[in-house]
Each structure stands twice: as structure tokens, then as C-alpha cells.
């Protein structure tokens, strides 16, 4: 040993280098592809750049125009709704498909197959295929909400149809999360290997003390899978955030008017069709600062409503 | 008891109707005559047609199946490839090796996880016009190389179940850490990099931002973006957009069939989604 403070020893040494050879595609990677882009876009981000002329310094401008940008609280506030039911009804619908495969049945792998499948067919291909099924006109949607439309006109009244969905400003945003729900399957599984590790002991003592079917749910089954509904809640939050591929093929780049104008797609918008690479940068970090906020959150929350097994407190 | 099994069974047909309903529309309308796809209430028995699929093998199609095929499944391989040999090799590095840093660095890399691809994407796009990529695979085939922090993070814990026996064995041998990882661990592990091969080849296949981004040229449109800009043009033509659609998803849901219970331990494994 060579008495220096803070010296590695030769083994020491050694080992560090085999460890970083082997973890060297990841470091190269995170210096490409993560660190120095995200660097660089905090710094375009107070510039004023479009690609032809070099990046001009402008300091705040773009986050002064951001706040005034009636498109960025558009998309921000499109994004928002989506996300608050999308993410939530998602999880429900998950939930409960699970709960129900769970449960003595026959054929219960055909029946997870059909549920699963959704989740698999590229969203490309999801996306042309919704834009059939919500046509108003010839669409099959229509065709099965017709009649209850029809029951809904001869109660109250006054005519009652079918929504136009993706031509409707109001019914384009629930259309693209009625879409979404239909890929919950992935979420399913999920739920659904964590509803079969619960122990059975735990609802044959509850059984014993005379609980109902409800009192299970809320004391057994929920608490014991909790740390998986956090996980994909928060990925849900993330992965909607981010929506942009549906509403850059169903619905045109954001129309009817602007309420599909998602804020990823505001974002490309910016860098790849306007040349606003400083203001979408500015969006880039914005939406990271969202995200990092939410995943702090959701931590914090975590802390309190999650039950990990093995987790002494 | 009884009635809440029929209640359960019931529930369940209904729901997995509802769930399979869009493909039934998908497949009809793709052969259904012109004539009929227009008719409302839609007619579901009719004499099946193969025209919208003979339009898109013409050879003036704007949807190229053939070509679009071709170019997705070069990238595919190549990102197939770059994941399975890149993340594991980082996986042995921080699962079986004990070097200073290795858990700082660990779960720095879970930390990345979270970020949003949009924050990197603007710089990332001026490198690679920078290198004049813009317009060629490389893009989409280099990235992969340096490994993906989901793939790195489900071999780790994969890697961490073999036992340290059997590498101790080796090390005793005289085989290097390198050999180690590439003739004894690899082996073991063709479950775990089986789900890695199938993740990255659904995540490639289904890409759309990055050949959006990357790619103009026709001759090089993945399916994906070839469908997309298919949509865009011809937004009416609903028989050759299904028939489009139905090309692009069949061969997922074949290797689902395949690969079921590859899908369903990596869905548990990684909490990736399809």
C-alpha cells in the first residue's frame, strides 16, 4: 500500500477497470446520447437557434414567450385532460379485467389472450384503424351507439346522436382515451401476476374474521399489490405525457382546431416544422422539470399510501 | 357462489368481445368491396375481396409492403443485436463485478430512466446531421449499441440468480471476466435475453418518431412511417388502409403466438408494455 490518502490499491484499481470496461457501452452511451443532449438543450433552451444561423443568445426570451403562448397552455392543458382520464380509466379497466381473470373460470388463457392482444398491434397500425372505427358516418362505433342514442331521443324528447368524435373538438380528446383503453392489456398482465402472488392465507384469515368481499379488496388485495399500481401509475403518467403519435396520425397534427394539440406534438412542431429549435428546447426542459416533479411526488406519496413487503416501520 | 360464476363468465365473453371487436373490423374492412365499405348499417357477410391487397403490391403503390418490410426488419436486426450484446455486457458489469462506483453508477442509470427522450431529441438530431446520418439507418441502428437502461437493468437481476459458484468455477479455470460473461453467463441466460431480443424487436418495429425524424426517402421508410404518410395521403381509402394495417400488425400477432410466454415473463420482469 502506497499510504497516499484516498489511493486506490492495485487490486482495487484493477477492478475498477474491468468494471467500467464492461459498463463502457452504457457510459459512452449516457455521455451521447443523455448527459451532453440534455446539457446542450438547457443551453439552446436561452437561445434562439433554426438551424441555418447559429444559436443566439437571448436569455429568458423563450420562457417570457412560453407563458404568453396561448398554443403552449393549449397543449399543456389537451395533455392534462388526456392524462387525468386516460391514465386512471386505464388502470381501472386493467384492475378489473385482472380481478375477473382472476377468479375460477374456464378457458382463462384464451380469455387473457383476447385482452392482451390490444397491447401488441403497433400504434401506427392502432392508430389508422381508430380512425376507421370513430368515423362517424360508416364507423362501427356509431352503428353499436345508434340505438341507445335512438332510446335516449325517444325518453327525453329531442334528437340525440352519436358524437362525431375525432371531427368534434369536444369528442376528439375522449375518443384518443377510449382508444387508449383498448391497449390496457399489457397493464392487465401486470396486475394480474401480482393478484396471484397475494397469499391465500391472507384472505382465508380474513374469511375467518367474516370479511366481506368488499373488505378484501380494500384491506388485502389493494395493499398487497399497491407497490405495482404505483409503478404503473407513475409510467402511465410518463409514457402520457408524451403522447404524440396518435394525434400526429388520427387527427392531423392536432385538429379539430387545436384540441388534439398535444404538448409533445407542440413540441416537434416547434423543432421540425417551425425551425424553433431555442423555444422547443425551451418546451423539452419544461416538460423534464413536469416530470421530474411528478416522479418526486409520486415517490413522497409513495412513502405513505405503499406497502412493501419485508419493509420494517 | 354458482351466480357469481356465471356473473364472472358472462362478464368476461362480453368484455373479451368488446376487446376483439376492432380487429373483426380491421380484417373485414380490409376485403370488403369498395361498394360495401361505405353502406351504413355496415354490412359484415359479403363476399370477400383481395383488391385492396393486390392495390398495395402494385407496383406503383405508394405503401410499399415489401420494401417498408425489408427496411424494418434490417433495423430490427440490428437493434435486436446491439441490445442483447451491449446490455448484457454493461448487466455483467454491474451485477457480477465489484468495483468502486458500481452502485452510484447503478442507480444513476435507474435515475435516467425517467427522463423524456423530447429533451435529448433536438441535440441528438444535430449530431446526427452533424456525421450526415439524416436520411440513413444509422440513426436508428447506432443508439442500440451503447445498450438501454430497461434491458441493463432486467439482465442485472437476471445475472444476479445464477449462482456464484459456477463463476467461481470458471475464474478458477483461468477464464477472464470477458469469457466468464460471453461462454457461461450468456448461456444460462437465454430466457432473460430472449425477452430482450423480443422487447427491442417490438420497440424497433413500432417505432415511429425516430424514422419520422430521421428518415425521408421513400426507398427507406420503415412500415411504420410508410403507413403513416399512407394515411396522410390517402385518408379515404379505408379497404387499403386496413388492408395496410392488417399487414403491419399480422406478423406481431404471429410472434405472439410464438412467443407467449416469452411476452408474459418479460411484461412481469420489466413492467415494459408491449
Not at chain 1, 386493467?94 to 375460477?104: D, E, G, M, T, Y
Not at chain 2, 380487429?23 to 361505405?38: H, M, Q
Not at chain 2, 424514422?211 to 426507398?219: G, S
Amino acid at each position: 500500500m502506497h499510504g497516499q490518502k484516498g489511493a486506490m490499491t492495485r487490486r482495487q484499481r484493477h477492478e475498477l477497470k474491468l468494471g467500467l470496461f464492461f459498463v463502457s457501452p452504457y457510459l459512452m452511451g449516457l455521455a451521447v446520447f443523455l448527459v451532453g443532449p440534455l446539457l446542450a438543450s438547457f443551453a439552446f433552451s436561452f437561445t434562439k437557434y433554426d438551424i441555418f444561423n447559429a444559436p443566439k443568445w437571448v436569455g429568458l426570451d423563450n420562457f417570457k414567450s412560453l407563458a404568453v403562448d396561448r398554443l403552449f397552455w393549449v397543449s399543456l392543458w389537451n395533455t392534462a385532460f388526456y392524462t387525468a382520464f386516460a391514465v386512471p380509466l386505464g388502470m381501472c379497466t386493467a384492475f378489473v379485467l385482472a380481478l375477473l381473470l382472476n377468479r375460477k373460470m374456464a378457458v382463462r388463457p384464451l380469455f387473457r389472450t383476447i385482452f392482451f392482444l390490444p397491447s401488441i398491434v403497433p400504434l401506427v397500425a392502432a392508430s389508422v384503424l381508430w380512425v376507421w372505427i370513430f368515423n362517424s358516418q360508416y364507423g362501427y362505433l356509431n352503428w353499436t351507439l345508434r340505438p341507445a342514442c335512438n332510446l335516449v331521443s325517444f325518453l327525453t324528447g329531442s334528437r340525440f346522436n352519436p358524437p362525431n368524435w375525432l371531427q368534434s373538438p369536444y369528442w376528439a380528446k375522449p375518443a384518443l382515451v377510449l382508444m387508449s383503453i383498448w391497449g390496457v392489456g399489457g397493464t392487465m398482465v401486470l396486475y394480474l401476476a401480482a393478484l396471484q402472488d397475494v397469499p391465500k392465507s391472507l384472505y382465508e384469515v380474513a374469511d375467518i374474521d367474516g370479511a366481506t368481499a368488499f373488505h378484501k379488496l380494500r384491506h388485502v388485495t389493494l395493499p398487497m399489490i399497491s407497490p405495482i399500481l404505483l409503478f404503473t401509475l407513475l409510467m402511465g403518467l410518463i409514457a402520457s405525457l408524451q403522447t404524440f403519435t396518435q394525434a400526429y396520425i388520427m387527427t392531423k397534427g392536432g385538429q379539430p382546431g387545436v384540441s388534439t394539440l398535444f404538448y409533445c406534438l407542440y413540441l416537434f412542431q416547434n423543432a421540425f416544422e417551425y425551425f424553433r429549435l431555442g423555444y422547443a428546447s425551451a418546451m423539452a426542459w419544461v416538460l423534464f422539470a413536469v416530470i421530474a416533479v411528478i416522479t418526486a411526488i409520486m415517490f413522497k406519496v409513495a412513502r405513505r399510501f405503499v406497502y412493501y413487503e419485508g419493509s420494517a416501520e | 357462489m354458482k351466480r357469481g360464476t356465471v356473473f364472472t363468465h358472462v362478464a368476461v365473453a362480453g368484455l373479451s368481445l368488446v376487446f376483439l371487436f376492432p380487429f373483426v373490423w380491421l380484417l373485414t374492412s380490409a376485403v370488403k368491396p369498395d361498394a360495401l365499405l361505405k353502406q351504413f348499417p355496415p354490412v359484415w357477410v359479403f363476399p370477400p375481396t383481395l383488391q385492396h391487397l393486390r392495390e398495395l403490391f402494385a407496383p406503383d403503390s405508394p405503401f410499399q409492403f415489401g420494401q417498408f418490410l425489408a427496411n424494418t426488419l434490417f433495423v430490427c436486426t440490428f437493434t435486436v443485436m446491439g441490445n442483447i450484446v451491449s446490455s448484457s455486457m454493461v448487466a455483467y458489469g454491474f451485477a457480477r463485478l465489484r468495483w468502486p462506483g458500481r452502485d452510484f453508477l447503478f442507480y444513476a442509470m435507474l435515475g435516467t430512466m425517467m427522463v423524456p427522450a423530447q429533451t435529448m431529441m433536438i441535440p441528438v438530431f444535430l449530431l446526427f446531421r452533424k456525421l450526415g446520418w439524416i436520411d440513413s439507418f444509422l440513426p436508428l441502428v447506432v443508439p442500440p449499441l451503447f445498450g438501454n437502461a430497461f434491458f441493463i437493468f432486467m439482465l442485472r437481476q437476471f445475472f444476479l440468480t445464477i449462482p456464484r459458484d459456477l463463476l467461481d468455477a470458471a475464474r478458477v479455470d483461468g477464464h477472464g471476466e470477458t469469457a466468464i460473461w460471453w461462454r457461461v453467463v450468456m448461456p444460462l441466460s437465454i430466457p432473460a435475453l430472449a425477452v430482450v431480443g423480443l422487447f427491442s424487436f417490438l420497440g424497433a418495429w413500432n417505432d415511429f418518431v425516430n424514422p419520422l425524424i430521421y428518415l425521408f426517402d421513400e426507398t427507406r421508410y420503415t412500415l411504420s412511417l410508410g403507413l403513416a404518410m399512407f394515411q396522410g395521403q390517402y385518408e379515404t381509402q379505408y379497404g387499403r388502409l386496413m388492408a395496410a394495417s392488417a399487414l403491419m400488425t399480422c406478423p406481431i400477432v404471429v410472434l405472439f403466438f410464438f412467443t407467449q410466454r416469452t411476452f408474459i415473463e418479460g411484461i412481469k420482469m420489466t413492467g415494459i408494455k408491449g
